[in-house]
Structure formats: C-alpha cells, structure tokens
C-alpha cells in the first residue's frame, strides 16, 4: 500500500491557515484497537495518527506498552486511512525500530527532553535520516532545557522539527494533571517564532472534560494545532484513561473549536487605544509601586541583620499571604493568581535581605543583574546561542510576535512575577 499523504508541516510548510492535528490513543494495545480508533477517526480533522508503542510509566508494574509489534499496527492503522502515524522514541533503539517500520513521525517525549544525554544518544541515531520529529516540553518549566534539546536535535540534521507544550510537573494539588504555565511557550515562540507550535491538553488535563477549555486557549494563543489522546473505547484503556476521549467527542471539540486573528483589525478603535495606553500607565504604576515595596523590604533586611532576626518570618508570611488573597476575591481577582503573584514577590524580597545579610546592597546587585540581562538578551539576538538561527530561518521577527489577549492570558499567567 502507499505511503500517506504528508501535511504542509511535515513537508517544511508552515501554513496559517491549515492547523495541524493530531489524534489516537494514548498506547496502541491491539491492532484491532489500533484500527478501529484510525477509521474513526478519519471521519474528522486528523493530520497525524499517534500510539504509543513504549510507555514509560512513572511506576514499575503498569502496562508499559505492547512493543515493536505496535509498529507494525500503527502503521497498517495510517495506511488503511491514508494517513502518516507517529510514536515516541525514547532511545536510540527505538529510533531505529521506528525507521525499520516506516514511522513517519517521531516524537521525544517529557521525561526523554529532561535529559540532555538520552537527546544527544537520539540525535545521534537521527544523523543523517531528515524524518520530522516532533519535541515535548520538559518536565520541568525550564525553557532552555527545551531550547538545547531542540538544538541537539538540529543539530543531527534534521529540518522539520515541531514543538509540543504539554504542561510542566509542579508540587501540591491543582486543577490540572501538568500546569500549562503559558508564559513558557509563548516565550518559546518569540524566540523560535518560525518553528510550528502545537499544544497537548490531554496531558496538561489529566481529565477528558478539561480538554475542551485548553485547547481553545491554545488556539486562542495562536498555537498551530493540537494533540489530542483519542481512543475507541477509553473506558477500557490500558493507560491513561481518564483523559483520553472517544473519536466522535474528537470530532464535536474540532467543530466547537473559534479562530481568532493574530492582528486584528488593522485600525484600532479610539477606546482599544485608550485603554491600551491606561494599561501603560498601570504598568508604569505597578513597576514604581513594586520599587518602593522593595525598598521598604531592604530597610526592613538592615534591621534584621542588625538585630539578628531570621529573614523569612512564617507567621508575617501567612498574614500576608491570607489578607492579600481575601482582598483579591472582594475585587474579582484570581485566588491563585494573586497567591503565585505574592509567592514571587516574597520570595524576590528574601532575596534582596538576603543580599543585605551578605552586606551587598541591592543597588549594586540590580547593576550587575542589569549588566547580564542586556548581554544575554543581545547575545540572542545576534544569533550567538549555540543554535544556528540563521540556518533555522529565526530571525528577525523579535517585535513582529502578537502577544495573546489580555482577557485569555488572566486566567494563566500563574507564576509570572513582576519583579
């Protein structure tokens, strides 16, 4: 049988107008389900079929995938819906297994990308083989960690590389299975802004009935598509199914999902304008405000030297932390915006005491803070990362990248500080 038909992305074609879907179980676990899930899926918008094959579970004992046979169903799946399949490859061994099958996508998974030595032993195996490769974000929020992955894999060769934000690990309980922290992958996109940007809310939900809601914010943050786990009975998955959904659920989330432009109109009305420039001067405000707060902080550090008090004070901190988020809820604000919001800026203020401790003040600290920021920042835009961005086609666009609406990124800007 031949070979699918590729989309523009795999082809090196980035395409604003045609997004680029992604759709199939969590693990391939017959060939039967396999087959199953790609017929019906191939009634929707479906770019590229996914199984996985090798499952690296967080805990020995559960089902850690069927093998190199899933392959060969995976692919009988694609072929039979003319359409190209991807799996995960965690290993040198598994990349070469894929390419024996005729995978014709890969993806390196969140655990693979943490570890600099399983995606160099990766990229080596790719050497010299151009198959796209699609690259998960890392456990951890570390967006340089992601970026050298990237680079590594580039740097074997191969062209036609997609990005996967699939949400970051963090402590205590919470909404989602992994926090989206989209301030990561917006970041992402100004500085790679020609690399294809999908999202995966399967695994940032955790929860089937959560996907919905993530995958319009993504879109809404103008991501190039998504990835979606879809499986024909998730009921009885052998992995992961609480989150995985049925093709027809599929479906209705693809027709249910609104574009948005990335512009707008090209003239702005005279209140868009006014309120722009009233958030200028609030910014303005809250930057002065935040100055004068850590003033008060670096005082407050010279007395604690002075008389030998410990800088952080549990009970201080909780009034804190207790009053500022009851003064939010009053004014309609996020709970846990403002919680992370003070987290980072308490945790800036131990910081300059801490400096005051060591008998540095934060003036000359800020200086040398500054000093390093600006070599940094133009050290990325000459182009003298290790990544060859003139190569990758990444230039030149720093202040042509939209950010997302205000009123979308209210309710995810968790962990961003103003400091």
Known sequence: MGSAPKHGFLNGNLSASKKFFVAGPCSVESEEQMLRTAMQLSAYEVTLIRGGVWKPRTRPGSFEGVGDKGLVWLKQAGNAVGLPVATEAANPTHVEACLRAGVDVLWIGARTTTSPFAVQEIADALRGVDIPVMIKNPMNPDIELWIGAIERIHKAGTTKIILVHRGFSTYGETLYRNQPIWRIPIELRRRLPHLPLICDPSHICGKQRLVMAVAQQAIDLLFDGLMIEVHCAPRSALSDSGQQMTPAQYGRVIRKLHYVSSSGPTQLPDVIKLLRKEIDAIDDNLIALLAKRMECVERI???????????????????????????????????????????????????????????????????????????????????????????????????????????????????????
């Not at 800088?311 to 004014?331: M, T, V």
């Not at 400096?355 to 803070?369: H, K, P, T």
Request: glycine share 8%; aromatic share 6%.
């Open 301 to 419: 550090g010279i007395w604690k030297r002075n008389e030998n008090v410990s800088l952080f004070q549990p009970e201080r901190w909780e009034q804190i932390l207790q009053d500022r988020i009851q003064a939010s809820l009053k004014r309609h604000l996020s709970g846990s915006f403002v919680r992370n919001l003070f987290e980072q800026i308490h945790e800036e203020a131990l910081n300059i005491q801490g400096r005051v401790r060591a008998g540095r003040s934060s003036s000359s600290r800020n200086r040398e803070v500054g000093a390093f920021t600006a070599e940094h920042f133009e050290n990325d835009r000459n182009g003298s990362r290790a990544l060859d961005v003139a190569e990758l086609d990444l230039r030149g666009q720093w202040e042509n990248c939209p950010p997302p609406s205000l009123e979308r990124q209210h309710a995810c800007v968790a962990g961003i500080g103003l400091d």
